[in-house]
């Protein structure tokens, strides 16, 4: 089995422990750590934090659902919690379109354009993938994890309106700083060959996990531990 993980980074000063806050005159706000190995308990932080730091601390993840799938379905709801657990701000939002035999990437790029900023990391899964990678071509997001996606025309109908063009990796590796493939040894419909061959384009790491096919519950599939090594 090939499997390829990164170490967990260092959490950064200042970027967890906030536990409690105190508003200034000037509006800005003061960090009190009740855990924070960085400042004796119950002392105020010196230097004050303004509410645009406060919001890029927020580490944020976007899940996009596969095709006819619901945000409750398959291992989302596993993810949102254990994610939010750590502090994660998580949106798992119903995708427009997702739930029509032709779905339109028009309207999903309108749609979650507003849900995503430069901190935000995607998660994608299926067809979710193949939106993510279509945002990430017009979008800077932190990191892109795609599961049991593809950037190439599948040559389905139902997906035509993702495959107007090809798939531009150049601009998705300047949009994107980190990108994450995992896929499954035997998933039913793209091979372990193809979905390595796409992390090799997209220049990212490739996971292979056993016997989970789509990742879905028909395969049996209600979590994914890989993922939470890259979070």
């Known amino acids: 089995m090939l499997v390829q993980r990164n170490r967990l980074k260092k959490r950064q000063p200042g970027e967890v422990f906030l536990i409690f806050l105190t508003s200034g005159s000037q509006g800005e706000l003061s960090a009190i750590s009740a855990v ?46 254990e994610l939010e657990r750590k502090g994660y701000e998580v949106n798992v939002p119903e995708l427009p379109t997702m739930d029509f035999d032709l779905p339109s990437l028009e309207k999903l790029t309108q749609f979650v354009k507003r849900l995503i900023d430069e901190e935000t990391i995607v998660v994608g899964h299926s067809l979710g993938g193949v939106l993510a990678l279509r945002l990430g071509e017009k979008i800077k997001y932190r990191k892109m994890i795609l599961v049991a996606g593809w950037d190439y025309d599948d040559l389905y109908p139902q997906h035509r309106l993702f495959w107007k063009n090809k798939i531009n990796h150049d601009l998705i590796k300047k949009n994107i700083e980190e990108r994450i493939v995992i896929h499954s040894d035997n998933d039913l419909y793209l091979t372990a060959f193809q979905a390595e061959n796409m992390s090799k384009r997209l220049e990212g790491k490739f996971i292979l996990v056993e016997g989970a096919g789509h990742f879905t519950k028909k395969d049996g599939v209600a979590e994914i531990p890989q993922i939470l090594d890259f979070l």
């Open 36 to 81: 924070s190995p960085l400042l004796p308990f119950g002392k105020k932080n010196d230097r004050k934090t303004s509410r645009a730091e406060l919001v890029q601390m927020v580490k944020k993840v976007l899940i996009l659902h596969a095709w006819y799938n619901k945000p409750q379905d398959d291992w989302y709801p596993w993810l949102k919690m």
